[in-house]
């Protein structure tokens, strides 16, 4: 026992895939099962999703930013203004229509600096210093929430039509995570009396509120997790067990084999 490595300190039991704990690469497994023929079928069915439409239409992503890739492709300032303004209804929505683009920005807390000539992304927000420029509660925790949307990216989503979704959380050892996330966002939230927000509500305003999908919403967990109250609930183990994984790597079946 010993050596120059933490292997030769602590023995792995076999290879990485019978004890790989990685949130990310479940995902990841997933994906790669997902993708084989049948499978899409097979766990819209172990869901309870009837949102698939033609299955070899469908479309699977990791990691999904719908909104940012969407406001990536639409550079012409007056447009991004007006969607702004037209789903976040400020009480100063008509300055904020007609005032320069630099005072937009500033506005908003834009990051690092304020661009005096395009619309910079909501993502890039600093709640910090639009909080002193949003003084109703409601409008601040909504801007918040509009904010911290664009920069949310659900695990895993699979699109059964052009208007339907089925947005998967995935977790492995993490709970729930909730915002604000850092300390002076939290000390805002506490000096105006306002509640955390989860990590799911931000994400279900992403999906559903922000991009307008008709979205089925479901967890993935670990097997003797507790299962959600109001969604659909898979374990891991189920999951797969849905699935064929027959043509799948050995590796991929032995992470499995492990679950």
């Known amino acids: 026992m010993g050596g120059s490595s933490l292997q030769g300190w602590l023995k792995p039991p076999g290879a990485f895939s019978t004890f790989n704990r990685e949130e990310r690469n479940a995902v990841a497994m997933l994906y790669a099962a997902l993708l084989h023929s049948g499978n899409l079928e097979r766990f819209a069915d172990a869901i309870g999703w009837d949102g698939l439409g033609q299955p070899a239409a ?3 992503f990791v990691e999904w930013t719908y909104a940012r890739d969407l406001w990536s492709l639409h550079e012409d300032p ?13 009480a100063n929505a008509d300055w904020l229509r007609h005032c320069a683009v630099e005072q937009f920005n500033t506005f908003f807390g834009a990051t690092p ?8 992304y909501p993502g890039r927000w600093s709640v910090r210093r639009f909080a002193a420029n949003i003084p109703d509660n409601d409008e601040f ?35 729930e995570g909730s915002y604000p996330s850092s300390s002076g966002e939290k000390r805002e939230f506490a000096r105006r009396g306002l509640h955390a927000v989860s990590q799911t509500d931000v994400q279900r305003f992403l999906v559903t509120e922000l991009l ?16 959600s109250a109001s969604h659909p609930t898979l374990t891991w183990r189920d999951a797969f067990s849905q699935l064929s994984t027959e043509s799948l790597p050995p590796f991929v079946r032995e992470w499995i084999h492990h679950l």
């Open 212 to 227: 307008g999908f008709d979205a089925t919403f479901a967890y993935l967990v670990k097997t003797g997790t507790a299962a």
């Open 141 to 175: 925790r909504r801007t918040c929430v509009f904010k911290w949307a664009f920069n949310s990216k659900p695990d895993l989503v699979i699109h059964g039509s052009p208007d339907r979704v089925l947005w998967i959380e995935a977790k492995w050892t993490s709970g």
């Open 113 to 120: 600096r304020a661009s005096s000539h395009e619309i910079q």
């Open 78 to 90: 007056e447009q991004r203004r007006d969607a702004i303004v037209g789903l976040l209804a400020p």
């Open 58 to 60: 469908a479309e699977v």
